[in-house]
């Protein structure tokens, strides 16, 4: 008879910190492993402490109580599957990003990690000794080599590990999430299965830390790189992948294939994944954000009842004079149709009051942007004084273009705990805006149907600060800041390639002075989900200081 290998994959969601959270969830999922009589349960990369843990893995003593952790769960689930689990490893003067197994209540041996990611996101290097190349162990019948996540990404572990007799590759994953991620994943994986010949897992955490989203969609590849299970993204959930001895080589049997959404459907539910997390890690129930009646409040205000449900979601209209009677009508809507309360403060009586305090040492100055930053800045008071009283957790709604050239105002509309849209260009929000009305989804908490009113979607931007104010007043139209943008923030690229490619010089070079003389705002605002893989603070980090600009 063929020998057989039962592989239960846990793909779940840790929070950083909780490390007796996370061995609960390790020991049920070892629990329901062994009620489907598996070898083996394998749990995502330093899953023990969550990820990513930044400089808290540094710690000593958070180290220490990790490693505890791991070898307690040893020590109670000894009867029954193995189990492989990511966690720090402290030795000597070194620490290292472990992958420990666990057999028979003890530690039987704990792989460390090789290639240290230090780009994008990644600090790896800066928190971790690399650990030299070590060979495969023996779980039942079946010899596993356990390339620790950006291992897979390089040659080298993963030729040694078939090299030295490893039948299956194993890859524990914590690999966040951005646009259209997953070709590339599974490009490099392929890469290693035809490369060695061998089959490969790869399992990937799920959930949200902070900025950073991880998205799931673990798999597993058989020899030429055929999918033969496929998990859904985002999701927790577990898989038991069943292996076969041909005689020419270990076989997954073909099991579960998720449907991938797109690109549209994945940023969405990012957005409001990041956004539940964020919230239920950080132990707030409730949140409120400015209703302005334009899109952004708009699908910020969605993004979190899709997250929270409506409940628990406040929008505030904060009207002054020249508030357009379309946006008290819109905001008004947006609420009406999302489910959510709906709260009319105007600033009417605050503003004379400031005004009237300002008086005497504003007396022979004209009126400017000073005065309209007042409104945003007295908005922002009113909104921080709600979320004291009630423990409501203020939301940020300025959007990536606005985000890069500090088209808000700091203390003011910038004011928030969290940003939802922070990563997603202007045009991008009208896009969303329309592919959430047009799709709704069991994971979303809101209503279906049209949720964002098409007279908002349609409308000109405005931050109706004075009268008859737009956006291009100030902006290029968003379809070319955007292009511009993206040339200069996503890819990089100088003033000249992007004139030769058709933009003004005069409006990429103001851009681009925005762009720079608008790092300081950047550097205090609100976090938010991290779309792409070049979204501002971890992935694009500049001076506040700095004089240069492209003379290109």
Request: hydrophobic share 40%; with cysteine; charged share 25%.
């Amino acid at each position: 008879m063929a020998a057989k290998f039962r592989l239960t994959l846990a793909q779940m969601n840790p929070t950083v910190g909780d490390i007796a959270g996370n061995a609960a969830k390790a020991r049920k999922a070892w629990e329901a492993a062994r009620d489907a009589g598996a070898d083996m349960v394998a749990l995502p990369e330093m899953f023990i402490a969550g990820y990513q843990t930044q400089d808290l893995v540094m710690k000593p003593a958070f180290s220490a109580a990790c490693m505890e952790a791991i070898e307690t769960l040893a020590r109670d689930c000894a009867d029954g599957p193995v189990i492989g689990i990511g966690g720090p490893y402290a030795y000597g003067d070194h620490l290292y990003n472990g992958w420990w197994v666990l057999e028979r209540g003890k530690v039987k041996v704990i792989v460390r990690k090789h290639e240290l990611p230090n780009e994008t996101v990644f600090d790896e290097v800066r928190l971790f000794s690399s650990g030299e190349i070590t060979g495969p162990y023996t779980v039942g019948p079946v010899r596993i080599g356990t390339p620790i996540c950006e291992d897979a990404w390089h040659e080298p572990v993963s030729e040694a590990l078939a090299e030295s007799g490893a039948q299956i590759l194993l890859v524990p994953n914590g690999s966040p999430y951005y646009r259209n991620k997953f070709d590339r994943r599974l490009a490099h994986m392929v890469g290693r299965v035809v490369e060695t010949d061998l089959p490969l897992v790869y399992l990937n955490m799920v959930g949200a830390q902070d900025d950073q989203v991880f998205d799931g969609a673990s798999f597993v590849l058989n020899r030429h790189g055929k999918i033969a299970v496929k998990l859904p993204v985002f999701d927790e959930c577990l898989s038991h992948v069943d292996f076969e001895d041909t005689g020419d080589g270990w076989v997954a049997q073909e099991g579960q294939i998720a449907h991938a959404p797109d690109e549209w459907e994945q940023d969405y539910r990012a957005m409001v994944q990041s956004l539940r997390d964020y919230m239920s890690k950080t132990g707030f129930k409730k949140v409120l954000l400015g209703l302005s009646g334009g899109i952004d409040s708009a699908i910020v205000a969605t993004i979190a009842v899709d997250a929270l449900g409506p409940e628990n979601v406040r929008g505030v209209m904060l009207p002054s004079e020249y508030t357009s009677q379309g946006s008290l009508d819109d905001a008004k809507d947006v609420a009406k149709r999302l489910g959510c309360r709906y709260d009319f403060v105007p600033i009417k009586q605050g503003r004379d009051a400031i005004t009237d305090t300002l008086a005497p040492l504003f007396e022979g100055t004209d009126p400017d942007i000073t005065e309209e930053n007042i409104q945003s800045r007295l908005r922002g008071l009113l909104l921080m004084a709600l979320s004291n009283k009630f423990g409501e957790m203020l939301l940020t709604t300025g959007n990536k273009s606005e985000v890069a050239v500090g088209y808000a105002t700091i203390y003011g509309d910038m004011a928030g705990g969290y940003n939802p849209i922070k990563d997603l260009y202007k045009t991008r929000v009208f896009e969303q805006c329309r592919w959430r009305n047009a799709n709704h989804r069991d994971w979303m908490m809101g209503p279906p149907g049209e949720v964002i009113p098409v007279s908002i979607i349609d409308k000109p931007p405005s931050a109706e600060l004075r009268p008859d104010q737009k956006d291009e007043d100030s902006l290029p139209p968003y379809e070319v800041l955007d292009a511009v943008l993206e040339g200069l923030v996503d890819h990089e690229l100088s003033v000249a390639e992007l004139v030769e490619q058709g933009y003004d010089r005069d409006i990429v070079k103001r851009v681009e002075h925005l762009l720079y003389i608008s790092e300081y705002k950047r550097f205090q605002s609100a976090p938010g989900p991290r779309l792409t893989p070049r979204s501002f603070w971890l992935d694009r980090r500049y001076p506040i200081v700095n004089r240069w600009r492209d003379p290109s």
